[in-house]
């Protein structure tokens, strides 16, 4: 069913605009661990099993002796509940609007949310589950969940925090709620009302395609439950020129960008440019390139910038966090500026000459934010649409004038073809990330937008696709949509992770998970973190725990709605929480401030996905580190591929890996047999729910 585009949002209903200025960065300490003192002593009793937490456990490693390949470039040389101040209640702070919150379904009814005013919470009885108190409501499973190895359920024997097995069943049970962000507060059964798509309810593959274009009634909501009206209005960005042109240091080895080998392939390559004087920058994107703090360009940009400027096709491979989206947003700016491009007013048709895509939505929010600020001054106006806010909202801003339209497939197919957007000026057609785009989960999109009537055929449109990593399969596809002189530029290694990133991998069975994370995490207490795994609801419970054990967590995952998702990416952005657990939905492209750490607590299933995890830190030529859970019954399929990214990036390569990598059935089969042992030692150790059959298949 589609969004009504046409029908104002009904008076009653709660449409709150946040004000995010009222959380200060300073305050952010006020989030602290003693804030879940109330969640500590609610939940996870002292009866939980929590102990022999040994097991069998290899972690063997030795410098491996794997080929390390003749690459030539350079390498390194080496909420939960309880009270305000958690993350969960930070959405309080930032949208606390109490009357209204209730109405939504926040705190109160629900699960995990915490009460406000920091007494016994309710959000671990009635309706809220998780609760451990007695078994009578159960909340989150009192059903057989959670149990260890041995049969005692882990952390608290009578059952709260458990995944039911009932619930298993039913993919989007959380029981009553309890322990369930991800809608309105967690109320009914089987997500209740979180059915419709812009509650973020489960949407399959394609969430942010489901979710803008309605097919999410198909893709995983209750078939008789009519989708909700979106409500949310996200807050305007934060103005002035500081906030605007906020940028974090680029790191010692930014230098060492230049010393990446750089292949350009196809006919007539305009050649580099060495500096932003060269790019012939008009005075005013000159400027705003440098009060953005750029002052060297990264290779993506020296290659890019002149290719795009040249009027070609590009499909451009670089790794991440090393500048590719002003090494398109820049020359996309400079043709307009250069064009005359008038002030565009406002038209119920609005037609952009650029528009750029990216597969979630707040990676299409970030890339607009850097078009805000390159065109700050300039009479371009950028906008961004996307799933999960009002569309009528949405439609509003796009009317009051759109040169260079962001935003993700699903929403702009919608757009597109109620006509608020025309294509007939379009000149410049970008995917970010494009393998993403391209891949199963959104490429029907991809392609119906290619064919709309008024798609400026690709012989008339410059086409832009930007990624850290092609699939072969994907390049194939992608050239469908490319002119056939089209340049394929590639800095490094096609796939390649980024080299500024330490790696480790751990050997690790799913019940010593849990106690290496709050190892790592007590070892490194002030880390921003960024945590990893296969499963909304494995995020949540994870983020639910360590709030628990006194770190200041939050999630982001398709499951929650879309005020939850930008209140989590704030309260890490700014320090209010310095661990964040997510799903693949936080994979790709977000630029966040000294990222430390990312932890694939689950390794995921495609090795393409890893390099997008890890590059969340290292970037802009900082260092980071990533520590990955290699559960070799659930991983072995990645190992070779897990080998040649870090031997590629010169990184220590476990021997047990290689092992698993090249030794045949026979070396599984002997870690299988090593492991079941193990089992049978550690069998009281903690260990995360089996969340597996619930896989998060899309990033979103
Ligand atoms: N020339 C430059 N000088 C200084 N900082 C830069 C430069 N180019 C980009 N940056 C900064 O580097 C960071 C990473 O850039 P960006 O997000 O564009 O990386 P990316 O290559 O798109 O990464 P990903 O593959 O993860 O999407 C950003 O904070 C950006 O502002």
């Not at 007013?345 to 607009?368: C, F």
């Not at 394929?488 to 290694?493: A, E, I, Q, S, T």
């Not at 932890?599 to 030529?621: A, L, M, Q, S, W």
């Amino acid at each position: 069913m589609e969004e009504n585009w046409d029908t104002e949002i009904e008076t009653e209903k709660p449409t709150y605009v946040p004000n995010f200025s009222t959380l200060e960065t300073e305050n952010t300490d006020n989030y602290s661990a003693y804030s879940n003192n109330d969640i500590n002593n609610q939940n996870y009793d002292s009866e939980r099993s929590f102990g022999n937490r040994g097991g069998y456990r290899s972690e063997r490693s030795r410098p491996s002796n794997f080929n390390r390949g003749s690459r030539t470039e350079r390498g390194r040389g080496r909420g939960f509940g309880t009270n305000r101040n958690d993350n969960y209640s930070s959405e309080r702070d930032v949208f606390g609007d109490d009357e209204r919150d209730q109405r939504r379904g926040f705190p109160g009814r629900g699960g995990y949310n915490g009460n406000e005013d920091g007494q016994k919470p309710n959000a671990f009885r009635g309706r809220g589950g998780f609760r451990n108190e007695n078994e009578q409501r159960r909340g989150f499973g009192e059903r057989g969940g959670f149990r260890s190895e041995n049969g005692q359920r882990n952390f608290d024997n009578r059952g709260d925090f458990g995944n039911s097995g009932e619930e298993e069943d039913r993919p989007r049970s959380y029981g009553r709620g309890g322990f369930n962000n991800s809608d309105t507060g967690g109320r009914g059964r089987r997500g209740g009302r979180g059915g419709g798509s812009q509650y973020g309810g489960y949407k399959g593959r394609n969430e942010e395609v489901g979710v803008e274009s309605g097919k999410s009634q198909e893709e995983g909501n209750e078939k008789d439950e009519k989708p909700k009206k979106v409500t949310y209005i996200p807050p305007p960005p934060p103005d002035g020129e500081d906030n605007i042109f906020r940028q974090y240091q680029s790191g010692i080895n930014f230098d060492k960008y230049d010393e990446i080998l750089v292949d350009v392939t196809g006919k007539d390559v305009p050649p580099a440019i060495l500096t932003f004087e060269e790019a012939n920058l008009c005075e005013t994107l000159r400027r705003n390139v440098a009060r953005a703090g750029y002052v060297k360009l990264t290779p993506v940009q020296k290659h890019s910038i002149p290719i795009i400027m040249a009027g070609r096709d590009l499909m451009a491979c670089a790794q991440t966090g090393s500048g590719k989206t002003a090494a398109f947003l820049l020359p996309i700016l400079s043709y307009m500026m250069n064009e005359g491009i008038t002030a565009s007013q406002y038209l119920q048709l609005q037609e952009p000459e650029a528009i750029i895509i990216a597969p979630t939505r707040e990676l299409i929010n970030q890339i607009y934010l850097d078009a805000r600020k390159f065109s700050y001054g300039t009479c371009v106006r950028p906008v961004v649409v996307y799933g999960g806010i009002q569309p009528v909202h949405a439609m509003r801003d796009v009317e009051k004038g759109c040169n260079i339209l962001c935003a993700t497939p699903g929403r702009l197919l919608d757009i597109v073809s109620k006509e608020k957007i025309g294509l007939s000026k379009l000149r410049y057609l970008v995917l970010d990330e494009a393998d993403r785009m391209l891949d199963m989960g959104f490429a029907p999109e991809i392609e119906k937008l290619m064919t709309k009537p008024g798609m400026p055929t690709k012989e008339k449109r410059q086409t832009l696709m930007f990624s850290a990593t092609y699939p072969e399969e994907i390049r194939r596809l992608a050239s469908n949509y490319l002119k056939s002189e089209h340049l394929f530029v590639v800095v490094g290694l096609v796939g390649g992770a980024c080299s500024d990133v330490a790696q480790t991998v751990l050997e690790m069975r799913e019940n010593g998970k849990m106690e290496k994370l709050l190892e790592i995490l007590k070892s490194s207490e002030k880390e921003r973190t960024m945590i990893f795994v296969n499963t909304k609801k494995k995020a949540d419970f994870i983020a639910g725990y360590l709030c628990q054990e006194k770190f200041s967590s939050t999630s982001i995952h398709g499951d929650r709605e879309q005020y939850q998702r930008e209140s989590a990416l704030w309260d890490f952005r700014t320090g209010k929480c310095t661990v964040i657990v997510c799903t693949a939905v936080a994979a790709r492209g977000l630029d966040i401030e000294n990222v430390q750490h990312v932890i694939n607590y689950d390794v995921p299933k495609e090795v393409d996905e890893y390099v997008h995890r890890i590059g969340r830190t290292g970037r802009c030529g900082n260092t980071g580190k990533a520590t990955s859970f290699f559960n070799v019954q659930d991983d072995h399929v990645i190992a070779r591929p897990l080998v040649k990214i870090l031997t590629d990036a010169h990184q220590e390569v476990p021997a047990w890996l290689e092992e698993i990598a090249f030794g045949g059935h026979g070396a599984l089969n002997s870690f299988y047999a090593a492991d079941s042992m193990g089992e049978q030692a550690g069998g009281n150790a903690v260990t995360t729910p089996s969340f597996a059959q619930e896989e998060e298949a899309s990033w979103d």
